[in-house]
């Protein structure tokens, strides 16, 4: 899964619209150093990160195959745990 489809199913479960601008990573760099410094003051979660700017340049796929095999989990679907993640953020008062 791309990481698009992700912030989509995230915004159409939180019931926003999804993301439609893309900005080149280069660009977003200042808007990340902004967002850590303020956070740092305001002791709030930044929106952007550098590490979470920095990963996103990369594709990273995985497989619960291994797992399955050798310990018997048994995967659900994604959405069940976005809405159970969003759950959580919502209690912690991360997002409203």
Known sequence: MLLAELLADVARLVGRAPPHIRLPRRLMFPLAYGAEAIARITGREPLLTLDGLR????????????????????????????????????AARYID
């Open 55 to 90: 990963m996103a340049r990369y594709r990273m796929f995985f497989s619960s195959e291994k797992a399955q095999r050798e310990l018997g989990y048994r995967a659900r679907p994604y959405t069940d745990g976005l809405r159970d993640a969003i759950e959580w953020f919502r």
